[in-house]
């Protein structure tokens, strides 16, 4: 089975092999590869290594772009397939560290390799992996341990002789029936004594060798061994893999020498260099427990001493340095802790950053480790903590550049974790009056442009932004905030063409500033994407970032679902988008997240809207409209066109229009061109027909394939002309708007309806069905008058929908902003031509389709 799946005909790319720790996964995957004509590349992760960022395939990427997520993996996948890996062997796969994980899940995808990963039952898997085999890219096999039967032939066909029954049955029941705890079982036996041969009949004797958990297995062997053997295994523990030159220095050849004779490690080729592994981690495990902290703390120090000695090559060997010398009885340097603080941060590891920041500012890292540790938390979402870090520094006694930090951290912690963007300002005019370093000053106007796009002052945002983007020698950080503002004020006003420069140019300088910054300065981009109807490169652009959300960081995770929600709800996957933006509501629902919750509760609302869950929809835009503020101000007109699907939801659609309107109207007035125009377009599809002009002279401005789409559907329905309508909705599947396509088939059933095609009318009303049903069973007012059309008037509709709802007349007329006999007077005429003879028969009859 596995060597089918490696196969170059295979309908897959490959395998994973599936069982406990010691089954024979390695054994077989390896013998298995050994036997193909093709060359296999193997990798093993191990738990040492988890905390380093591509750890198992850093020796494949150079130095110069080891601190860049993005360029990290592009190095790596460039290396493996100039070196023509067709095979990647992976051992211990749930071991790998996300980007690792990241670098597999997009070789399989694209077919250039084909793998074999063995993965240990009960452990956690990264998504990036379990994706393959759940999406069908991986075979997966599950190996059992053996029966009873098959271990005493395995011990015979070993150690080449007949072995006892009782003896085998006892090798059995300690082992499981586990092929590595049968191995070093009987190895362990015979080294010490226990297992021997009596007239060609192998006995085990002693019950040191008869135990049922791992530990006690090779506990067994680990007893008998030497004491240079062991001490170095006690290293390897710690530092695992280790270079074979550091190693022999730290425990001398002889001993490394002969625990590979021994076979408790190996030596692998990697790159231009030799590391040493266990032969399996669990030797790592067992010896690990077998030292006490004292014991720990003085391996570790050996490692320590051997090891600064010796130049880094890179951000993840000084990042194991400083987590080794944490935990040793060695004084860490500060120095060395923020640097390595740095580098964790830089690469998206908060956890590893704030644990490093925080050991060098009890160090006396003073404010370079203070201002670390307060970013790590900020990207935590802890940001009551940050900021008291903070504010326990007088700025008067800051220089320009350590006050420029400090400031910064400040303004990202108060504006867009607390929501205070009162207080951000105050500490953007100190730092305006004291900066005036040119890159400094650069480097504000970087961070005022993002300040102020999501304060919806887009004008200024995008005059700053320019201002930084246009200046070649500004700092990484400068222009990374300056994309960040620039993005999205440029995506909101409609400039789309822009947005693709600046995005551009973000490439340019992520390798050097916080790693998680790339969800902010992506947030704009896939929003001009959307906007401008690219689907598929804004779900590549937002997968992504998802695929490099870092373990345990919920504001991260939160963050890069936001940039999916924001893909799946523009192509009117709601039915898709609901469970994630549901989960992703409920991981920010901190304070401490009040910028980040705002777009996902949005994406929330919409979905909730659509799909007619009025009830939750409901309470989803009262918190919204709890929490606005000048902080998340840009957002104001998209809550206000939620709130007109909500009305839409609840069946009061000419409120639609006019929250929709309005919407339009105040996205107009701060300049969100781009957005005015969605908003307008939602409004043509409540049934508005009077504001169709300034829809299609913004779509001309905007620009782009949706704009097209836009403007197609709005002069069709202008001109009555059926037949055109179905064109646009043609043209919005073909670009994926699915909602936008099944409204304008449902405007198309109506018109070729009223010009008395029933066939065409039918037709067109069931591919407004079926995209509806694709879309998770959307529900909007175009889609319910192509299931139920009646000869009423949208007024007479509005109102029977409300009385179907059970609201009274004087309700509905409050609702409406209408006279009770003007409501009455409306019931009347519609139930004379639906020929009913109540108001309660008049509600069903708008309900029943």
Not at 137 to 158: G, N
Not at 479 to 491: P, R
Not at 535 to 545: H, M
Not at 611 to 623: F, K, S, T, Y
Request: glycine share 8%; aromatic share 4%.
């Amino acid at each position: 089975m596995i060597q089918s799946a490696l196969m170059p005909d295979s309908s897959g790319c490959g395998i994973v092999l599936f069982g406990d720790a010691g089954v024979g996964k390695t054994t077989l995957a390896r013998l298995v590869t050994k036997s193909l004509p093709d060359r296999v590349q193997w990798i093993a992760a191990t738990e040492s290594a988890r905390s380093i960022p591509l750890g198992v395939f850093a020796h494949l990427v150079g130095s110069a772009t080891a601190r860049d997520m993005m360029a990290f993996l592009a190095a790596a996948r460039q290396t493996i397939l100039s070196e023509e890996h067709s095979i990647i062997g992976v051992d211990d796969a749930h071991l790998l560290d996300q980007l690792s994980a990241t670098l597999l899940h997009q070789l399989a995808l694209d077919g250039s390799v084909r793998i074999v990963a063995t993965i240990r039952d009960g452990e956690p898997v990264p998504d990036a992996i379990t994706s393959l085999w759940k999406d069908g890219y991986l075979q997966r096999l599950h190996l059992k341990p053996f029966t009873k039967a098959q271990c005493s032939r395995l011990i015979e066909q070993a150690l080449g002789g007949r072995v006892e029954g009782l003896s085998a049955d006892l090798i059995w029941e300690a082992s499981g029936g586990n092929a590595m705890f049968v191995r070093h079982l009987v190895e362990g036996a015979i080294e010490a004594g226990t297992l021997r041969q009596v007239r060609g009949v192998w006995q085990l004797r002693g019950r040191a060798s008869v135990t049922s958990e791992l530990a006690s297995l090779l506990d067994v062997r680990v007893e008998q061994l030497p004491p240079d053997i062991l001490h170095a295994l006690h290293l390897l523990t710690f530092g695992e893999p280790l270079e074979l030159d550091a190693f022999t220095a730290l425990a001398g050849a002889d001993a490394v020498e002969q625990a590979e004779v021994r076979g408790l490690v190996r030596i692998t080729e990697e790159g231009d260099r030799l590391d040493v592994q266990f032969t399996h981690p669990l030797f790592g495990e067992v010896i690990r427990r077998r030292l006490g902290v004292a014991a720990a703390r003085r391996v570790r120090g050996e490692l320590v001493r051997t090891l600064r000695d010796r130049p880094v090559a890179n951000p993840g060997q000084r990042i194991r340095l400083a987590e080794l010398t944490l935990d040793s009885d060695e004084p860490p340097s500060p120095d060395l802790l923020v640097a390595a603080a740095r580098d964790a941060i830089a690469l998206g590891n908060i956890t590893l950053g704030e644990r490093l920041a925080r050991a060098a500012v009890t160090r006396g890292g003073g404010f370079p480790a203070s201002e670390l540790l307060a970013r790590a938390l900020l990207w935590k979402g802890e940001a009551a903590e940050s900021d008291q870090i903070l504010t326990a520094f007088d700025p008067e006694q800051l220089n320009e550049l350590q006050l420029t930090l400090w400031g910064a951290a400040r303004i990202a912690n108060l504006q867009w974790s607390m929501g205070d963007a009162d207080t951000a300002d105050q500490v953007l005019t100190l730092l305006r009056s004291r900066v005036n370093h040119p890159s400094l000053t650069l480097f504000l106007d970087g961070l005022c442009a993002a300040s102020l796009a999501f304060k919806n002052q887009l004008p200024d945002a995008i005059r700053l932004s320019r201002r930084v983007l246009d200046e070649p020698t500004a700092p990484a950080s400068a222009v990374e905030w300056a994309i960040i503002g620039g993005a999205l004020a440029l995506a909101q006003a409609g400039e789309l063409a822009e947005v693709a420069a600046v995005a551009q140019r973000g490439l340019t300088v992520e390798e050097k500033v916080d790693g998680l910054l790339r969800y902010l300065s992506a947030f704009g981009e896939i929003r001009a994407l959307v906007l401008a109807g690219d689907f598929d490169a804004a779900e590549r652009r937002s997968g992504d970032i998802l695929r490099i959300s870092s373990p345990g960081q919920y504001l991260a995770w939160g963050m890069a679902n936001v940039l999916a929600g924001t893909v799946q709800v523009a192509r009117g996957r709601f039915g898709h988008a609901l469970a994630p933006m549901e989960q992703t509501v409920a991981a920010l629902t901190s304070e401490s997240a009040a910028t980040w919750s705002f777009p996902a509760r949005l994406l929330l609302a919409q979905c909730y809207c659509v799909l007619g869950r009025v009830d939750p929809a409901r309470r989803i835009v009262a918190e919204l409209r709890t929490r606005l503020g000048r902080h998340v101000a840009v957002f104001e007109p998209q809550l206000r066109l939620t709130e007109g699907w909500l009305a839409a939801a609840e069946g009061t659609v000419s409120l639609a229009v006019e929250k929709a309107l309005d919407a339009a109207r105040l996205a107009a007035d701060s300049g969100q061109h781009g957005f005015e125009m969605s908003a307008r377009h939602d409004a043509v599809r409540f049934g508005d027909r009077d504001h169709i002009p300034r829809l299609v002279e913004l779509t001309a401005t905007v620009g782009g394939a949706l704009a097209d789409a836009y403007r197609t559907h709005a002069a069709a329905l202008v001109e009555g002309d059926a037949d055109a309508v179905r064109e646009a909705a043609e043209l919005f599947e073909r670009l994926g708007a699915l909602l936008s396509a099944a409204d304008a088939y449902a405007d198309a059933s109506a018109l070729y309806r009223a010009g008395d095609n029933k066939r065409r009318a039918v037709d067109a009303a069931a591919q407004a069905d079926r995209l509806a049903g694709a879309c998770g069973g959307i529900r909007t007012p175009a889609l319910k008058i192509a299931a139920n059309p009646l000869p009423i008037s949208a007024r007479e509709r509005e109102i029977a929908e409300l009385i179907a709802a059970g609201a009274s007349n004087k309700q509905i007329a409050e609702r409406l902003v209408l006279s009770v006999r003007t409501v009455e007077g409306h019931i009347y005429r519609a139930c004379a031509k639906l020929g009913v003879g109540d108001r309660e028969a008049l509600g069903y009859s708008a309900t029943r389709g």
